[in-house]
């Protein structure tokens, strides 16, 4: 299993949108089912989300397990599921600097890890 972290900047007035995603998920059973069956359909095993201010703004920061995270990226912007579109969405208006129309530089580079596997 690979991790897999990014961050993506938020545009300016779109922090509530983003922290309203968690929100939402955490107030409903019906739509964290489907949240949870939308990560299988990408093959995320877990999944992290923060949002860190910046000086300069704000920004998502995403942390997957996954075993490919290109594919879980494909997936992301070809999948006709319902709850991965809404996320989809959501990231595109919120945090649109990910360009989901091909593949995606896997530009993480990972300077320690602790514990050791």
Same mark, same amino acid.
């Given at each position: 299993?690979?991790?897999?972290?990014?961050?993506?900047?938020?545009?300016?007035?779109?922090?509530?949108?983003?922290?309203?995603? %968690?929100? &939402? /998920?955490?107030?409903?059973? !019906?739509?964290?089912?489907?949240?949870? *069956?939308? +990560?299988?359909?990408?093959?995320?095993?877990?999944?992290?989300?923060?949002?860190?201010?910046?000086?300069? %703004?704000? &920004? /998502?920061?995403?942390?997957? !397990?996954?075993?490919?995270?290109?594919? *879980?990226? +494909?997936?992301?912007?070809?999948?006709?599921?319902?709850?991965?579109?809404?996320?989809?969405?959501?990231?595109?208006? &919120?945090?649109?600097?990910?360009?989901?129309?091909?593949?995606?530089?896997? *530009?993480?580079?990972?300077?320690?890890?602790?514990?050791?596997?």
């Amino acid at each position: 299993m690979a991790a897999f972290a990014f961050t993506l900047p938020v545009l300016p007035g779109q922090g509530g949108a983003v922290r309203g995603m %968690g929100d &939402a /998920l955490e107030g409903s059973a !019906e739509l964290q089912e489907a949240y949870e *069956a939308s +990560r299988k359909i990408l093959g995320i095993r877990e999944e992290k989300m923060w949002v860190q201010k910046t000086p300069i %703004g704000e &920004a /998502l920061v995403v942390y997957w !397990e996954t075993e490919d995270p290109q594919r *879980a990226l +494909r997936e992301l912007a070809d999948s006709q599921d319902e709850a991965v579109e809404k996320f989809r969405d959501l990231v595109m208006s &919120a945090a649109p600097a990910l360009d989901l129309s091909g593949e995606q530089p896997i *530009a993480s580079e990972l300077l320690f890890s602790w514990p050791k596997p």
